[in-house]
């Protein structure tokens, strides 16, 4: 997948209260199915204490990220009134890469399929307006090791297309970029032919 998909653009949260019930609506975006995993399990632990931790993601998956896959779960709450919900609103709106978690805190009065489902629609609904979505392309890491002589080089090339990278100077010096998947080739071509082929490429 080299086409632009639609994610959120930060971590957030969005808290309100049904009937005595409190529902807090988290989401982030992640970069495949090990950090949405992560990002569940963080939350379901950081609020181990609430009646029902609810997980929803559609994250894109493959080599080419050509396999969107969808994952979301009751967590007890009646079947169908809580993940499903949840997800359909990642769904409806087009938005993948993002990991969402409802947490409810339950107040003693029971809202019916009805209300639970309006509930879970409505935190992952106003999390994700409070994050806002950005259209991102896919991107490809590529770390760049290479000797002090070739640093310059390489980091000039990488600041000149307006890369994000980290850079570690050790005995070696490594390069960590972030790259649209489309250019990920055609820079891998060109930091070889810069340094004569003696970049380490991963």
Same mark, same amino acid.
């Given at each position: 997948?080299?086409?632009?998909y639609?994610?959120? =653009?930060?971590?957030?949260?969005?808290?309100?209260?049904v009937?005595?019930?409190?529902?807090?609506?988290?989401?982030?975006?992640?970069?495949?199915?090990?950090?949405?995993?992560s990002?569940?399990?963080?939350?379901? !632990?950081?609020?181990?204490? =609430?009646t029902?931790?609810?997980?929803?993601?559609?994250?894109?998956?493959?080599t080419?990220?050509?396999?969107?896959?969808?994952y979301? *779960?009751?967590?007890?709450?009646?079947?169908?009134?809580?993940?499903?919900?949840?997800?359909? %609103?990642l769904?409806?709106?087009?938005?993948?890469?993002?990991?969402? /978690?409802?947490?409810?805190?339950?107040?003693g009065?029971?809202?019916?399929v009805?209300?639970?489902?309006?509930?879970?629609?409505?935190? %992952?609904? !106003?999390?994700?307006? =409070?994050?806002?979505?950005? @259209? !991102?392309?896919?991107?490809?890491?590529?770390?760049?090791?290479?000797?002090?002589?070739?640093?310059?080089?390489?980091?000039?090339?990488? @600041?000149?297309?307006?890369?994000?990278?980290?850079? !570690?100077?050790?005995? =070696?010096?490594?390069?960590?970029?972030? /790259?649209p998947?489309?250019? *990920?080739?055609?820079?891998?071509?060109?930091?070889? *032919?810069?340094?004569?082929?003696?970049?380490?490429?991963?």
């Open positions: 997948m080299t086409g632009a639609r994610t959120v =653009a930060e971590p957030a949260t969005a808290e309100f209260v009937q005595g019930s409190e529902f807090i609506g988290h989401v982030r975006p992640v970069d495949g199915v090990d950090a949405a995993e990002f569940v399990d963080a939350v379901s !632990e950081e609020y181990a204490d =609430a029902h931790n609810v997980p929803a993601y559609r994250v894109r998956t493959g080419e990220g050509e396999f969107l896959r969808e979301s *779960s009751d967590d007890g709450e009646p079947s169908g009134s809580a993940g499903k919900p949840a997800l359909h %609103v769904t409806q709106r087009d938005i993948e890469n993002c990991a969402v /978690v409802v947490t409810r805190y339950y107040g009065t029971n809202l019916g009805g209300g639970l489902v309006r509930a879970y629609s409505r935190a %992952v609904t !106003e999390a994700v307006d =409070a994050a806002g979505v950005v @259209e !991102e392309r896919p991107h490809d890491r590529v770390t760049i090791t290479v000797e002090y002589d070739d640093s310059g080089t390489v980091r000039s090339i990488l @600041e000149s297309e307006g890369y994000e990278f980290d850079a !570690e100077y050790e005995t =070696a010096v490594t390069f960590d970029v972030r /790259v998947l489309a250019e *990920s080739a055609a820079l891998r071509d060109r930091l070889r *032919s810069a340094t004569s082929g003696r970049a380490d490429l991963a």
